[in-house]
């Protein structure tokens, strides 16, 4: 199982993103595809879920400005992010749990300048 993780970057505050996250190993319609994210000093959390039916769920920090997506004819996932504040800086991971085991993409970096 590998996930590839891509679209960070610098972005002042207010600004907007969309990451992607391109899998390849697992049956990618049939899973649950999640976005985590960790700022520095604090501990990895969930910031939102999508099922193979599409039912999203989001954090309630980023409710009503990120939004996650997928196409699973590319094998891939989204996390819309906009109206970004500097306290969405952190490292976003993309993740999979797959016949038990948690698998996570490289980590893309995302800085919100103030």
């Known amino acids: 199982v590998q996930l590839q993780a891509s679209g960070g970057g610098l972005v002042q505050f207010g600004g907007s993103l969309r990451l992607s996250c391109g899998a390849s190993?697992?049956?990618?319609?049939?899973?649950?595809m999640n976005w985590y994210r960790q700022a520095p000093g604090k501990q990895r959390e969930l910031v939102a879920r999508?099922?193979?039916?599409?039912?999203?769920n989001v954090a309630d920090s980023v409710k009503g400005r990120f939004t996650i997506s997928r196409d699973n004819a590319k094998k891939t996932v989204y996390l819309q992010m906009n109206s970004l504040k500097p306290e969405d800086t952190a490292v976003y991971y993309c993740?999979?749990?797959?016949?038990?085991?948690?698998?996570w993409g490289q980590g893309t970096l995302v800085t919100v300048s103030s």
């Open positions: 993740n999979v749990v797959y016949r038990g085991n948690y698998y």
């Open positions: 190993g697992i049956n990618f319609s049939i899973n649950t």
């Open positions: 999508i099922t193979s039916g599409g039912s999203t």
